[in-house]
Each structure stands twice: as C-alpha cells, then as structure tokens.
C-alpha cells in the first residue's frame, strides 16, 4: 500500500492530471448522453489531489484494511470517480467507454459491491457522512489508523442526515474523518444559498465542532496539503470547504447551470478539450 506522502505536492503535476481527469469526464458525457458533467467537473481537482497524494492505497489491494477511504458522497459526479480510479489501476480504462451502458458496472451512480474502489453506493443525497462516520468509528474500535473523506456537494447540506452525522463525529472526536465540500453555490436548479441558506458555511461547520477551514477548491496543491494533513492535531474531524466553480476547466461551461442536465456535443468536446490543453 503507498505510504502517506507528506512532501511538497508537484502543483504541476497534479494540474495536468486534474486536467486529464475533467478531458475523459467530458467524453464519457458525450458518449453516453450523461448528464451532471459541470457537477463532476467542479469536483476534479480535489480527486485528482487526494488520488494522485493523499490517500494510502494499493489499487492492487482495493480491500485492504490498512487502506484510506474515500466516500463520493455527491454521487451525481460518479463519472469522474470512476476516470481517476480507472487512471490509478483499479480497473481498466477501457471499462469507462462502458459508462452508462446497460449491463456495464459503471452505472450513473455509484453502485454497491461491484467496482474496486468504490467505498459506498452513493446519490441520495446526505448518506455519504453518516457512512463515513461509521468507518471512522471502526478504525476506532479496531485501533486502526486509516483516514475517511467524504466529498459532499454544497446543496447536500441541506440534508439533516449530515448535520446528524456531523455532531456524532464531533462528539465522538474522530480526528482521523474529513469533509470536504463542493461549494461551487449551485445544486439542481437554483443558487445553493437561495434555495437554503448555507452562507457562512464553515461557520455552520465549526459551530458544530469542526476544524473547518475554507480554501480555493481549484488550487491543487492546497487541496492536497490540507487533506494530508489528517489528522492535524486539533482533535478534531476536519472539514474543507473548497470554493469551486461548476464546469470548471471549460469556458462555455462554467458557472452555466444548463450543464447540470445536457451533455456536450462533438464540436463542443473538441473545444473543451482544446481548452484542457490535452487536443
């Protein structure tokens, strides 16, 4: 199992990847006709910094005990899940042109027991956390000392399962438990902060005795060195709230909740990826 890295993240290097992973999201949208492609483009550069040099893991070994977890719990972004654990060996690149297919193990939601890697079935919103807790709980009890994230989307906070989930967590002092929040201020079809009002987040999160900070949820290399820093000696369960942009990476896309719903055409995924560098 890789080790826990705690040198200096290659801020290039997790770029390019965070890149390549937002270039094969949007051609799996194209072939399938998927839609929630600016939801999983908003969430690439926090995968892409907790899969490339966060998280202990052996892709060799997707149930190793010893292993961190990381729980989508915004299932909707399940296609760039699937890209960057097909990048890291879980299972084969060939298998995403399989995305939303009938019979495929790549449903539009992560499903349970059938991927390598995929720690929980995900997509009704707010389950994420409380699941993420109960394995930080377990480590617990069984002297563990793996790490749990859980990657929430912003209007997922309006779910009180989280709120439930995240004074147990706090009460219970799981250090070794982290949130991270999509916060790119969108969630369906209105603006997250006028369909509930989350502002100020981390405030809300803190109030509820979390060590929460807030941070550019597009600069890699914080993202990585915030998350490789759990536990960070604060007792505490760590939640980031990573401001983000939906569809980022594409011009035409971002901050356009059409995208949440509508899959590009082939002359837009030529432009996209001319955009990502990667054409």
């Not at 705690?6 to 094969?24: F, H, I, N, V």
């Not at 097909?86 to 349970?112: I, K, M, N, S, V």
Request: net charge negative.
């Amino acid at each position: 199992m890789s080790q826990m890295k705690r040198e200096a993240p290659d801020r290039a290097a997790l770029s390019r990847e965070a890149a390549r992973l937002r270039g094969r999201v949007i051609q799996m949208s194209h072939k399938a006709s998927a839609a929630h492609l600016a939801s999983s483009l908003s969430c690439c550069d926090v995968l892409a910094a907790a899969y490339w040099h966060v998280l202990r893991i052996d892709p060799a070994k997707p149930a190793d005990p010893a292993r961190d977890r990381f729980i989508l719990s915004k299932g909707h972004a399940a296609a760039a899940l699937y890209a960057i654990l097909a990048f890291r060996g879980y299972f084969p690149e060939e298998e995403l042109e399989t995305y939303c297919q009938d019979g495929g193990r790549l449903a539009e939601h992560p499903p349970a027991n059938m991927l390598p890697g995929v720690e929980a079935a995900t997509g009704s919103l707010g389950h994420g956390l409380p699941i993420g807790v109960g394995m930080a709980l377990s480590a617990r009890i069984n002297k563990a000392s793996y790490r749990v994230y859980a990657l929430l989307s912003d209007g997922e906070n309006n779910e009180g399962s989280v709120w439930e989930a995240a004074m147990l967590a706090a009460a219970q002092r799981l250090e070794h438990l982290c949130v991270i929040v999509d916060y790119n201020k969108w969630q369906a079809t209105a603006r997250s902060n006028e369909t509930l009002m989350l502002a100020p987040l981390v405030d809300k999160w803190r109030a509820f005795g979390w060590d929460a900070v807030e941070t550019d949820g597009h600069d890699v290399a914080a993202l990585a060195n915030l998350m490789q820093n759990v536990p960070n000696g604060s007792g505490k369960p760590v939640a980031i709230i990573a401001h983000t942009v939906k569809g980022k990476g594409v011009s035409f896309m971002e901050d356009d909740n059409n995208w949440h719903y509508r899959a590009p055409t082939a002359d837009e995924v030529v432009k996209a990826m001319k955009e990502l560098g990667l054409a």
